[in-house]
């Protein structure tokens, strides 16, 4: 079955995130792409190979993509990714 948004936040929420390493608690924040120019934007997660494109350098048509929000354990700075939230 699948899962709306609006369940997959739910559950996102619900989850309690701690490191895998030291059992310490984990802060939540996202891991900043620099792509050319001025744009800034979070790391996204795509299913699949990467498909080469003139254009845009990877082509993302037709393609699942899930923004991805990435998690610091406040005692050891273990980082911790999640592909939560589909985008496209
Ligand atoms: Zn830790």
Known sequence: ???????????????????SRCDSKMEKGFLLEKGDGAVLSSETWVAGEPQKSMLTGVSLKNKT???VITFR?????????YALTQKA
Do not use: T
């Open 1 to 19: 079955m699948p899962l709306n948004e609006e369940s997959h936040n739910q559950k996102a929420r619900a989850m309690s995130y701690q490191c």
């Open 73 to 81: 354990c406040i005692v050891c700075g273990y980082l911790d990714s």
């Open 65 to 67: 993509i899930f923004d």
